[in-house]
């Protein structure tokens, strides 16, 4: 059976770091913290569960640090978590019988990482990311923000979730910043960092900017499709805050020219012609949403509302808007299938019932 060693780059976490290891301490073979200044008393809670705790100077680079907590790893596998990060318990046994039976030929497996949740905890928004590393120098870290490991060698992905769990709000600034200091060093970002680095802009309203980032990368001939149907919804979305309703529609439409359609970005599209009352395209739209399979491991992000209860929602929504009311009725209770605690089914269920 392998061996694990959890590395975990952590800064004033005290809030957190207990919450994140008392779920997975059990399951691992070794814990390495690297600390990179916290003021609170984050290395203290640490050091309860492991003496393999470093100091780190900062430097603006998280792939740097993480490269650093992976150097002091001595198992087979290093594993990566946040401090806002936990295994859920139904996550465990799972995760055991992983572990049991690991090919040795193994050399990174992928986790579903779940980072927002609807109203009733469950995962709205998901994507996989590399979970297990094979312990060697052929695994590094690159990307000073939003990190990642490039995939190559032999892959699995597991159905195995990490959840994203906040309990306070960091520092929504930071990534922006590093990503503006490079700039200013003269550094080239590459395709990669281009796409992140126009989100971080996107955020912070900085819409004009945003579109200019996402207009070049978008013409790049480099960087990973995920990443340029995504950049497509955050650039049309751009285009939709500063007025340009028509460069947004065409935005949306540029998707296609990179993959076959995804149902997050019919779903927008759909949006687009339901809010101009044009209900019969939005309604081609929402149907081809629907129908579309989730493709999990192209390595995009996922929402799966947008496969089934939204675009049934918004059905029922388009079919009112037409006058037939019957076909907006079971619509309706197929979103409500979907989602039987929704607010939005639940006050349009009240409606028909009324009628």
């Known amino acids: 059976m392998p061996t694990i060693s959890l590395c975990m780059i952590v800064k004033n976490e005290e809030l957190n770091i207990a919450r994140c290891l008392d ?15 916290s003021v609170d008393r984050t290395v203290e809670i640490a050091s309860n569960y492991t003496s393999k705790v470093y100091s780190y100077p900062w430097k603006d680079d998280f792939s740097d640090a993480r490269n650093y907590s992976f150097s002091k790893a001595s198992m087979d596998y290093c594993m990566w978590m946040d401090a806002d990060d936990i295994l859920e318990d139904s996550q465990k046994d799972k995760f055991l019988e992983l572990k049991q039976s690991l090919s040795p030929h193994t050399d990174i497996v992928m986790m579903k990482y779940n980072t927002a949740f609807d109203e009733a905890g469950t995962p709205s928004f998901f994507y996989f990311r590399e979970r297990w590393i094979r312990n060697c120098s052929k695994y590094r870290w690159i990307g000073a923000v939003h990190e990642v490991i490039p995939p190559n060698g032999n892959i699995i992905y597991s159905q195995i979730e990490i959840c994203h769990k906040k309990m306070n709000r960091g520092d ?5 910043k590093i990503y503006q200091k490079q700039l200013e060093d003269g550094k080239l970002l590459e395709p990669r960092q281009q796409y992140y680095y126009g989100r971080e802009l996107y955020y912070h309203k900085q819409y004009k900017e945003a579109v200019s980032v996402f207009e070049k ?3 790049s001939k480099e960087g990973w499709i995920e990443n340029k149907i995504e950049a497509c919804s955050l650039c049309a979305n751009c285009y939709y805050q500063l007025g340009q309703e028509q460069s947004a529609l065409n935005t949306l439409l540029r998707s296609m020219s990179f993959d076959l359609p995804r149902a997050e970005l019919c779903c927008e599209i759909g949006k687009y012609f339901l809010e101009h009352g044009n209900y019969h395209v939005a309604i081609y739209w929402y149907e081809t949403a629907r129908n579309l399979p989730k493709n999990e491991y192209a390595g995009g992000f996922i929402l799966p509302d ?9 059905l ?4 009112d808007k037409l006058g037939d009311k019957k076909m907006a009725k079971e619509y309706n ?3 409500g299938a979907c989602k039987p605690y929704s607010k939005a089914y639940l006050y349009n269920k009240q409606y028909f019932d009324s009628l």
Do not use: H, W
């Open 23 to 37: 779920s997975v301490v059990e399951l691992v073979d070794e814990l390495i913290i690297v600390d990179t200044g």
């Open 172 to 176: 929504s600034d930071r990534n922006l």
């Open 217 to 219: 990368f978008l013409l």
């Open 306 to 314: 947008c496969y089934d209860y939204v675009p049934l929602l918004q």
């Open 316 to 319: 029922c929504v388009c079919y």
């Open 333 to 335: 209770e197929k979103a």
